[in-house]
């Protein structure tokens, strides 16, 4: 018999009961919640009669809707300008209030994005299975934890159960071997996963990410390649836990202590899949294949190295493929133009649950510093992922250096990423955004948005373009 | 639930692949609190010319001529037709939910993404995977003729044209189930209580760290 994999290892602790037609009771050890797809999941529970099954497994904060200038965020949730924003955040404090659940509210520093904060408090621990109410759970898998997105009526069944009724997945591993070019990071490696085997690529699947290239990388990095593992349709991306991961864990505020914390880390050694492993499907990526990658249509999987051409509709063979791209290129208003450099950018905005934690504002700092800002430029944003790793980049003077380049410094939330707060695209404006999603209108109504990493968007904003970040630190 | 037997209905054929949930229902609408209401907003971007807001009346905005949803024929859709990987990206329900409102009851594609899929069952609604041809054939169909409508039957697990073809389609028994019955997922469960406890407590002595309790 062939070893486990990781994923297997993870259902298997999980498993409270398997049902004989394939499906399963598996236990969720945390559930994170945010203000958009709760308050139904709350209203659901009260209506039944019913109660939180372990109140202490949750962990709330709003994100999606809060604003992110520093005006309106002075005084909480009385600042929120959008009324119907309002409601939904106060309908999650009230929500938190009255189950006795944990929330970082609005006022409070460690506030952000549920997948930023997750890890950060330590709340997320290798082992664990994570599950929230958005589809970028996946995040979380970075930490050997089987985590993934489920919808309002699945946060109303944890709340209640702590279980989830699943199917067991399939086991795919995607191994990028080798040394990563300079300036080519984690976000780069996703976006080329993705356009080689597309955003349907992984459905069905538990996306185990190996190889020399992935155990490099460091926790920010690993988490932002299993942020985009749901971009290839994958709801769960995972990484095998090693030092990395236990460096990154300890002294968490929610981590475990003492005794607690030997036993954790002994019980982690296991969390790799076994080498004897079988996986029903595996893809292999070279790192120094691996260029800066750019968006160009509206789709994650639309997506070259900033050195090669836009492909055309025309030369698409299958025909469904070439009537979405003909439909890309008129979306993204592409008509005479070869190259990603011809498009001249309106916006650019680093942040999001997959480019807005500290590694990220440093890399995009270091691009930035003592340069300035494209002046074709509408706009360019930096939004931290959560409070404290705002204060931490202040520490730091990342604020300075972004405000001095001509960017704008905002206080944490998900922002320009789904354009729920004021932050948002005009319509047909070009924007470099280091979020996950270049969907039709995702980043504001007729929206034009580019998938880029944080260096990436730093060397747009420089050039009001894009450019190798390579050739623009050289100048 | 609303339990989901056998259903005819009017078809429109979507011919669109990766529809994502962006598409579906936009963000701006997500902000409601409630899980009814949504159906005006269905596919808002592509169906109406304007920008939509949320509260906002919606019979007098601008409609997309070339949106199929908006042809007269197609009016009382129940059964949308579509391609590959529909309802990709966010987990919102707020997707199904929207459909619903709409009155769609079934969608047919050759493949759909796992989150959106999950969704439908848990709203009543019937995701349906046919097989890349037999969808070509019924978008054929469906484009030839007015008032096209189709057959669903779940416990058959059949889907039926006028001509009285049938293809029969998969469905997770458990599913099929509660869909049949209407059945709360959460009651269900509940019925399982003894054994979650008993795996919280055999869980607790392995991994205590899991149940400490929060304090900060
Ligand atoms: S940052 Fe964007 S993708 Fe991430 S949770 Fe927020 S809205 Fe979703």
Redesign the interface.
């Known amino acids: 018999m062939s070893g486990k994999t990781l994923y297997d290892k993870l259902w298997d602790a999980h498993l409270?009961?398997q049902?004989?037609?394939?499906?399963a009771?598996l236990?969720i050890?945390l559930q994170l919640l945010h203000e958009?797809?709760s308050?139904?999941a709350f209203?659901g529970l009260r209506l039944?009669g019913?109660k939180p099954?372990?109140v202490?497994s949750n962990?709330a904060t709003p994100d999606?809707?809060v604003p992110t200038t520093v005006l309106e965020r002075k005084s909480g949730v009385d600042g929120i300008a959008?009324p119907?924003?309002k409601?939904?955040v106060t309908?999650l404090d009230d929500n938190c209030n009255e189950f006795g659940i944990?929330e970082f509210n609005m006022t409070d520093i460690r506030q952000g994005i549920v997948h930023v904060v997750g890890p950060e408090?330590g709340a997320t621990?290798p082992?664990?299975t994570v599950v929230c109410?958005?589809?970028h759970?996946s995040t979380h898998g970075a930490f050997g934890a089987l985590a993934?997105?489920?919808?309002?009526?699945?946060v109303?069944?944890v709340l209640?159960?702590?279980?989830l009724?699943a199917?067991k997945m399939r086991n795919m591993l995607v191994r990028v071997d080798g040394q990563l070019n300079p300036y080519v990071t984690a976000k780069d490696v996703v976006l080329a996963i993705i356009g080689k085997i597309g955003?349907?690529g992984g459905?069905?699947f538990a996306i185990e990410f190996g190889g020399s290239a992935i155990q490099s990388l460091s926790m920010e990095g690993r988490m932002t390649v299993c942020n985009m593992a749901i971009e290839a349709?994958a709801?769960v991306g995972l990484i095998a836990v090693d030092q990395t991961t236990i460096d990154y864990v300890k002294d968490r505020?929610?981590a475990?202590k003492g005794e607690?914390?030997d036993?954790?880390v002994a019980?982690w050694q296991d969390l790799v899949s076994d080498a004897d492993a079988e996986f029903d499907e595996v893809v292999v990526l070279k790192a120094e294949d691996i260029k800066p990658q750019v968006t160009w249509g509206t789709?994650p999987e639309m997506v070259i190295a900033i050195d090669q051409p836009i492909p055309k509709a025309e030369d698409q063979t299958d025909p469904?493929?070439r009537?979405?791209y003909a439909?890309a290129w008129k979306y993204m208003g592409l008509e005479g133009k070869e190259t990603l450099g011809d498009i001249v950018l309106d916006r650019v905005f680093i942040g999001s649950c997959t480019n807005s934690r500290i590694e990220d504002l440093r890399a995009a700092a270091e691009v930035v510093k003592g340069r300035k800002v494209a002046s074709t430029l509408k706009q360019a944003i930096v939004v931290p992922g959560s409070g404290l790793v705002k204060a931490q980049a202040e520490q730091e003077g990342l604020d300075k250096i972004f405000t001095e380049a001509g960017l704008e410094w905002r206080e944490p939330g998900c922002s320009m990423c789904?354009?729920?707060n004021a932050d948002k695209l005009g319509?047909g404006e070009h924007c470099a955004s280091t979020s996950n999603?270049n969907?039709?209108?995702?980043q504001g109504?007729?929206g034009r948005t580019h998938l880029v990493s944080p260096a990436m968007a730093a060397a747009a904003a420089i050039a009001g373009r894009f450019v190798d970040v390579n050739d623009l630190v050289k100048q | 639930m609303r339990p989901f037997t056998v259903h005819t209905g009017i078809a429109a054929p979507l011919d669109l692949a990766n529809v994502d949930t962006d598409m579906i229902i936009p963000k701006q609408f997500l902000k409601s609190i409630k899980r009814t209401g949504f159906g005006k907003n269905l596919f808002d971007e592509l169906r109406y010319e304007d920008e939509g807001q949320p509260d906002q009346e919606c019979t007098g905005r601008p409609l997309r001529q070339d949106f199929v949803l908006n042809q007269p024929r197609y009016q009382r859709t129940s059964v949308l037709l579509a391609r590959q990987n529909f309802g990709c990206g966010s987990s919102r329900e707020h997707a199904p939910w929207a459909l619903d409102d709409f009155g769609i009851r079934v969608i047919i594609a050759p493949s759909f993404a796992d989150i959106f899929y999950n969704n439908c069952f848990k709203n009543g609604l019937l995701p349906i995977v046919l097989h890349e041809e037999e969808v070509d054939q019924l978008f054929r169909e469906v484009n030839s003729t007015e008032g096209y409508q189709l057959t669903v039957d779940l416990e058959a697990q059949t889907v039926t044209t006028p001509s009285g073809t049938s293809f029969s389609f998969l469905v997770d028994t458990f599913r099929k189930h509660c869909l049949l019955k209407g059945l709360d997922d959460i009651g269900l469960t509940l019925e399982e209580a003894d054994r979650i406890r008993a795996y919280e407590e055999k869980r607790q002595q392995t991994a205590p760290w899991l149940f400490a309790p929060r304090s900060l």
């Open positions: 409270v009961q049902r004989d037609d394939g499906s009771l236990y050890d958009v797809t308050p139904q209203e039944a019913r099954w372990r202490s962990l999606h809707n959008d119907v924003s409601i939904q309908t944990t408090q621990l082992g664990m109410g958005d589809s759970t993934h997105g489920i919808g309002t009526s699945e109303e069944h209640a159960t702590q279980c009724v199917k955003t349907a459905t069905g349709g709801r505020p929610y475990p607690q914390w036993m954790a019980a789709s469904v493929k009537e979405s439909r789904l354009a729920m319509q999603r969907f039709e209108g995702r109504f007729g």
